[in-house]
């Protein structure tokens, strides 16, 4: 078992499947995203297959793989944003950095997700990049703040 | 999380608030109690709202202002977190308390307003402009002319019990929710109940699972209560995934306590020493505060072995949801907390006889668990004076969309559509005509204008084949375009589904690709296409029956909900998209056509400059022309546009 992940999986206990999810939060928490390495040590950890963990992982919103981009764009999808014109928005973030959600742009710079409401929905439509909100955002706005994050 | 040590003089006065008998009685309890609700302050008193809602806002900067004017006028002034009351659309929302007089609530307050309102308020002055109301407490000396909180348009039909306390107490603080009388249900229960007793007085209630179906709790209790096993969780649903209602975040972040009493109480009840609250790690604000709340009622003794010298033990965990939509059905709940993916699996046996680890398991949501406190304190009776006799006690519901009033409102079962839209909702907000209301979120279906005036009540919404679902409200305005919000929202169920049956995988999908291709503008596209696309059209309604009565779950069962209620209430728009390619409310992004007004266009090149598909011609100076065939229908022309000069189709 590689040493680096020891630290993280002594504080659970071994064999029990229930603590998977914790463990790949708490990974997640610690990386920004789940290292491929940290799979096979849970896997001989809680004794199951690597694939179920995969199959888990992917299962939840919230896992990822891959480190998310320097800018990481998270679009609120609630119905309250959705009708004051989230989907333009969203449109729009995709034609200006051509990445699909869950996807990071080949710079490594953006990367782009759909999240469950933020809970702003008096300023809708709303945006975070890297946790802090932008409110009643239009095209036009967008196209700026995104040019603003590039020529940082 | 690291929660602040209480100290050894706080954790006795505040055991002797629970166990003492009245506590009223005796004038030091009585000061303390009158201290720690903050009716009596000794120096002038900010209460900040520090909910998700606000966090857009920087309530730093109040606190900032707050201090800076403190310093500058030689004054001592605390600054206090609290919940939300509520009232959304008027974040941040402040508190402001000066000693011997009522509490006065502003909202929305910028942090350059600060020194100004408090100059004028500590000389006994009141600035109207942002005011709620004030709030008086016990003791209190009320402001002159200054109306009630509680008359305030949003409050004033409102039925606030479970939420009375939101934005008035401290969430991240025990001793607030104790003053209140908080967790002296709880203590009288152990002492002085067995669960047998407790459990008539939850079936006297009436009570009624809050999440969508309107399930009567007492069956599950008493289910699982009498499965003879081992071991019995009692598990809180806080994994509140409904895109459109924010009703439990609210709740969980303004009264943490609350929640962990209700559970508490139903864990005794059925004779469990283990509950678990699962909420998404998403919603940090809220998992800090239950941590927070867990931690605070460890050290008060209130939770772990032998509570209170009971002899009842109880231990409760906050499990963070990975986020899943689906996992909102127990069963999927279940799966996740086990390790798995939370994929539901056929009911029976159901969980209040074999749920988590095989154990009989309570599952309920947060809504629910947090009316048990009152029913047990004030007794069956007086719970069914509230509501209706099939529906008792009151139901959260969360306005968002095209309304006035945003936020979250309590009110009885019963109430009307139409009391809460146009009542405390304040109907649309630019004084359009409403269109309909989507209530329940992707599972829920549209109410038209014509049908305002229906009771919100579980067997009523029955009857009419409605769905009450979790409670959330978007209402609609004619600027809103009902196929292009269905389509978003079988999106969402796509994306959402588990993938475990064919007909909610496969169904959300197809049904998305033919709405996409209905709210798309007409492309050259070829015979077969064509074909496939008015097949589509055809079929939709079937496939979507198909999908309602062939899913596995709730979720796949609703999600077509949305889409058959509004095929029939919204035919003529449907039809619109379908034969005309047109858009009435100009929403559907694919659908829109662009021309430039020749009259008002200067020719100041904009668009031009703009287009990124290089779609218009034209010179500084000369009217512009949009070539239809190449343009995308982004739109951007006509945002840049400063003279009115795009027009939309």
Not at chain 1, 114 to 142: D, F, I
Not at chain 2, 259 to 271: D, H, K, S, T
Not at chain 2, 488 to 495: E, K, L, S, V
Request: glycine share 10%; charged share 20%; proline share 6%.
């Amino acid at each position: 078992m590689s040493t680096e992940f020891v630290d993280l999986l002594k504080k659970y206990p071994a064999g029990r499947r229930e603590n998977l999810i914790p463990i790949l939060q708490e990974l997640q928490d610690q990386h920004g995203y789940i290292p491929e390495p940290a799979v096979s040590a849970i896997a001989e950890y809680l004794e199951i297959p690597a694939v179920k963990i995969y199959s888990v992982a992917t299962f939840y919103n919230e896992f990822r793989f891959n480190a998310g981009g320097k800018y990481h764009f998270q679009v609120c999808q609630g119905i309250g944003c959705q009708v004051d014109g989230s989907e333009r928005i969203r449109s729009e973030l995709h034609r200006l950095l051509e990445i699909e959600p869950g996807e990071i742009t080949a710079d490594g710079w953006f990367s782009l997700e759909w999240v469950p409401c933020l809970g702003v929905c008096q300023e809708a439509p709303v945006l975070s990049v890297n946790g802090e909100l932008y409110a009643k955002m239009t095209p036009v706005r967008l196209k700026e703040l995104v040019d603003k994050f590039r020529n940082r | 999380m690291e929660t602040p040590r209480i100290s050894e003089e706080l954790q006795e006065g505040l055991h002797a608030l629970i166990t003492h008998q009245q506590p009223d009685s005796d004038p030091t309890l009585k000061f303390l109690g009158r201290s720690l609700r903050r009716e009596r302050v000794e120096r002038l008193t900010i209460f900040i709202d520090r909910t998700t809602p606000t966090s857009i806002y920087n309530t730093s900067l109040i606190e900032e202002a707050v201090e800076q004017w403190s310093d500058e006028n030689q004054q001592i002034s605390e600054v206090i977190e609290t919940g939300c009351l509520g009232l959304i659309s008027a974040e941040p929302v402040i508190g402001i308390q000066v000693p011997g007089r009522a509490r006065l609530y502003y909202g929305p307050v910028e942090p350059a307003d600060i020194a100004g309102m408090l100059d004028a308020i500590t000389k006994q002055v009141i600035p109207e402009e942002n005011l709620i109301g004030q709030m008086i407490m016990t003791g209190q000396q009320p402001w002159e002319d200054i109306p009630d909180w509680k008359k305030h348009p949003f409050f004033v039909n409102q039925s606030r019990t479970i939420t009375s306390l939101n934005g008035v107490i401290n969430p991240s603080s025990i001793s607030d929710y104790i003053a209140w009388g908080g967790y002296r249900t709880f203590y009288s229960s152990i002492r002085n109940y067995s669960g047998q007793e407790l459990m008539k007085l939850i079936e006297q209630s009436g009570l009624r699972g809050r999440s969508g179906s309107g399930f009567l709790a007492s069956v599950k209790w008493i289910k699982a209560a009498g499965t003879t096993s081992d071991k019995r969780y009692v598990l809180c649903n806080a994994d509140e995934s409904d895109p459109g209602g924010y009703m439990h975040r609210v709740l969980i972040e303004s009264n943490p306590h609350l929640i962990l009493e209700g559970i508490m109480l139903a864990a005794y009840i059925i004779g469990a020493n283990h509950a678990i609250i699962y909420t998404r790690s998403r919603y940090r604000t809220a998992v800090k505060r239950i941590q927070c709340a867990l931690g605070q009622v460890r050290e008060l003794g209130l939770l772990g072995q032998d509570i209170l010298h009971s002899g009842y033990t109880l231990d409760i965990q906050l499990k963070r949801g990975p986020g899943a939509f689906v996992c909102g059905e127990e069963t999927a709940l279940i799966s996740s907390l086990e390790g798995k993916r939370g994929s539901p699996r056929t009911k029976p046996p159901y969980p209040a006889t074999s749920g988590l680890f095989g154990k009989p398991t309570l599952v309920h949501n947060i809504e629910t668990l947090a009316q048990v406190p009152m029913i047990i304190s004030k007794g069956p009776d007086f719970y069914k004076q509230t509501g209706t006799p099939g529906s008792t006690g009151t139901k959260l519901f969360s306005l968002s969309g095209k309304i006035k009033r945003l936020g979250v409102v309590e009110v009885p079962f019963g109430t009307s559509l139409g009391a809460v839209i146009d009542g405390i909702g304040g109907g649309t907000r630019n004084g359009r005509p409403a269109k309909a209301v989507l209530l329940g979120g992707p599972s829920g279906k549209f109410i038209p204008v014509s049908k305002f005036n229906l009771p919100l009540d579980l067997d009523k919404f029955n009857e009419e084949n409605l769905v009450l679902g979790s409670g959330s409200m978007v209402l609609l305005d004619d600027d809103s375009c009902p196929i292009n919000l269905i389509k978003n929202m079988m999106d969402f169920i796509r994306q959402e589904s588990c993938g475990k049956c064919i007909p909610c995988r496969d169904g959300s999908k197809r049904i998305m690709e033919i709405l996409s291709l209905i709210s798309s503008r007409s492309l050259p596209e070829n015979k077969y296409e064509a074909l496939d696309r008015f097949k589509g059209v055809t079929g939709m309604l079937e496939l979507a029956e198909v999908m309602q009565s062939t899913s596995l779950c709730g979720l796949g069962k609703c999600a077509p909900n949305p889409l058959i209620s509004g095929m029939e209430l919204f035919r003529e728009e449907l039809e619109e998209h379908v034969f005309d390619r047109t858009c009435r409310a100009r929403v559907c992004l694919n659908m829109r056509s662009f021309m430039v007004d020749p009259v008002a266009c200067n020719g100041c090149n904009l668009c031009f400059v703009k287009c990124p598909e290089k779609a218009i011609i034209g010179s500084p100076r000369l009217v512009h022309y949009i070539v239809d065939d190449l343009c995308t229908g982004c739109g951007k022309c006509f945002e840049v546009c400063k003279f009115n000069a795009i027009l939309v189709n």
